[in-house]
């Protein structure tokens, strides 16, 4: 049990950390010592080397200076002699004279050791004896470096040899010193740095330990807990982030929740119609049995209906599914006023400013939106007034194109308009108007999709101008546009772009719309049959004038309708 708590232990993330730290703190030390000593060991030697280069050429000077003496030695031994005589010694230094006949001569003064006492130090360096002057290292009792200098007389042909040796370990005794004190700072330093790197370590992870308490207690049903943030470091800006990602599941999962209820309740009013008339239905009534039929059929389409559009919305968010490609705005403009005069006869559709600029866009989910904003405007609008489609680039500090809607309709009041573009959602407006309420969020998803968002604000004199507002970045004007263009500089003041490419993306655009389109229709004509299993589904959300029929309240919110004693009845 012991061993495998201490497994765990070395197992953290806090060990680990301290551990790689002092390991590299240590190996660092120890290079750093090493290379302080072995540097210093060869300064050491290289001042020996020069010290004993230095002491021949004084006891050279010494025996040619004494043959000009009136007591100069008459012999090489007797200059020997006279030089252990006079010479004084470092503290780590000593000598020795070694005659002609091969007897050593001791040193007069005092010396920190004699070669004399370790013989077998004492053959190594005179076996080396000749008529110049020799370096080295030997190693006997202790390691010393030495000079052999060769004297001889004028006159006398025999030579004298003068031995002189630095003790190396003693010449070192400081540099061990230093690396004895280095090595104690070194102990000190990584006792503390380990106990700071521990606090330090703990303090960073703990952000980390409580992002780990808080992710195993956080359940599908409780998003709410959040992570304290403390500091500014990059471990905060973790903390931060994944507070963002909690944020992001807990208004997902929400909006999961809210959706299954509110697609729920949409869809128990028709089955608890075809329900209910299914179990009154007279199989024996021919009238009956038809009226049920169509009626059945009716809230088949109608449940269709919402669950294409619930399908519709569940994709027109994702920006990975736009078809980015360059657009003509102002073609673009005038393309989706031609097509939203088709949505009703009976109001006066006017093409208002049109922006003179090229935007990357999905054309067929704008256009989609773009005109979604317009059969809603045609929707609320009375019969007979102006409803303007317009475009303009918004200079402002944040540069945007603005597609809007202007309609003569009642308007949105001011608490709904932060609440119009959820789902489910309706403006009242004291007549029916069929719709599923899932329009304007899928306005606002293809508007969310390209970077931008969708608002609505009412006009100076009456009605509602809807907006999508995208968000441009502004780019300067290519090298060549104009050219391309062959048009005056002042006509393409706007982004440039090539007419060529205008036109095919133009054309791509109006395709795309247009097969869509055909696709809609043909799904409409067609209808369900009777051997149909169940509705079709994967038809794009169609959207249609208002019929006298239709009595459905223009904004019904979800929660109120959920409380209302005939939705429970």
Same mark, same amino acid.
Request: net charge negative.
């Given at each position: 049990m012991v061993l495998g708590e201490l497994r765990n232990v070395m197992r953290s993330t806090r060990v680990r950390i301290l551990v790689a730290i002092l390991l590299a703190t240590t190996l660092s030390m120890t290079l750093v010592g090493v290379s302080t000593y072995t540097l210093g060991r060869q300064q050491t030697l290289a001042t020996i080397d020069a010290r004993l280069e230095h002491s021949a050429e004084l006891i050279a000077f010494m025996v040619v200076g004494s043959g000009d003496s009136a007591d100069a030695p008459a012999t090489s031994d007797a200059a020997v002699d006279a030089v252990m005589r006079r010479w004084?010694?470092?503290?780590? *230094?000593?000598?020795?004279?070694?005659?002609?006949?091969?007897?050593?001569?001791?040193?007069?003064?005092p010396s920190a050791f004699r070669l004399d006492d370790d013989l077998q130090l004492l053959d190594t360096i005179t076996a080396r004896s000749s008529r110049g002057v020799v370096t080295g290292e030997a190693t006997g009792d202790r390691s010393v470096r030495y000079a052999i200098i060769p004297v001889q007389v004028v006159g006398d042909p025999s030579v004298a040899h003068v031995v002189i040796a630095t003790d190396v370990h003693a010449a070192l005794a400081e540099s061990r010193g230093i690396l004895a004190v280095e090595i104690v700072v070194a102990v000190v330093c990584l006792l503390l740095l380990g106990l700071v790197g521990w606090q330090l370590a703990g303090g960073l992870l703990h952000p980390i330990r409580l992002l780990r308490d808080a992710a195993a207690?956080?359940? *599908?049903?409780?998003?709410?807990?959040?992570?304290?943030? !403390?500091?500014?470091d990059d471990v905060s800006e973790l903390t931060t982030t994944v507070n963002g990602m909690l944020d992001r599941l807990d208004e997902a999962f929400t909006s999961q929740r809210q959706l299954l209820d509110d697609v729920g309740h949409e869809l128990k009013t028709p089955l608890t119609i075809v329900r209910g008339h299914l179990e009154l239905l007279d199989p024996s009534d021919p009238a009956e049995v038809a009226a049920t039929r169509d009626l059945a059929l009716d809230e088949?389409? $109608?449940?269709?209906?919402? !669950?294409?559009?619930?399908?519709?919305?569940?994709?027109?968010?994702?920006?990975?599914?736009?078809?980015?490609?360059?657009?003509?705005?102002?073609?673009?403009?005038?393309?989706?006023?031609e097509k939203a005069t088709a949505i009703s006869t009976e109001h006066e559709w006017t093409l208002g400013e049109q922006a003179a600029l090229t935007a990357d866009v999905d054309a067929g989910r704008l256009a989609q939106a773009w005109l979604q904003l317009a059969d809603n405007a045609a929707k609320y609008s009375p019969a007979g007034s102006t409803i303007v489609i317009s475009s303009r680039f918004d200079e402002s500090d944040d540069p945007a194109l603005?597609?809007?809607?202007?309609? =003569?309709?009642?308007?949105?009041?001011?608490?709904?308009? *932060?609440?119009?573009?959820? $789902?489910?959602? $309706? !403006?009242?407006?004291?007549?029916?108007?069929?719709?599923?309420?899932?329009g304007l969020s899928i306005v606002q998803a293809i508007a969310a999709a390209h970077g931008g968002w969708a608002e609505v604000e009412d006009t100076q004199q009456a009605g509602s101008l809807f907006s999508i507002r995208l968000p441009l970045a502004v780019?300067?004007?290519? *090298?060549?546009?104009?050219?391309?263009?062959?048009? =005056?500089? =002042?006509?393409?003041?706007?982004?440039?772009?090539?007419?060529?490419?205008?036109?095919?993306?133009?054309?791509?655009?109006?395709?795309?719309?247009?097969?869509?389109?055909?696709?809609?229709?043909a799904a409409m004509q067609a209808g369900p049959t009777p051997g149909d299993a169940r509705p079709t589904i994967d038809a794009p959300p169609r959207s249609r004038a208002p019929s006298p029929e239709d009595d459905f309240p223009d904004l019904v919110d979800t929660s109120a309708r959920r409380s209302a004693p005939e939705d429970h009845a």
């Open positions: 004084i010694f470092a503290e780590d *230094e000593t000598a020795i004279g070694v005659r002609a006949d091969g007897s050593t001569v001791a040193p007069s003064a207690r956080i359940t *599908e049903s409780d998003l709410d807990e959040r992570i304290p943030v !403390v500091g500014r088949l389409d $109608r449940m269709s209906s919402l !669950v294409a559009d619930i399908t519709e919305l569940s994709t027109a968010g994702l920006a990975s599914t736009l078809d980015r490609e360059p657009v003509d705005i102002e073609a673009f403009t005038a393309s989706v006023h603005v597609l809007s809607v202007a309609d =003569d309709g009642p308007g949105v009041p001011e608490a709904l308009r *932060e609440r119009i573009f959820d $789902r489910f959602t $309706r !403006v009242s407006g004291g007549r029916g108007v069929a719709g599923s309420g899932l780019a300067d004007d290519d *090298e060549g546009s104009d050219a391309d263009l062959d048009l =005056d500089p =002042d006509e393409t003041a706007a982004i440039p772009r090539s007419a060529m490419a205008q036109a095919i993306a133009l054309r791509e655009a109006q395709a795309a719309q247009e097969a869509a389109e055909a696709q809609t229709t």
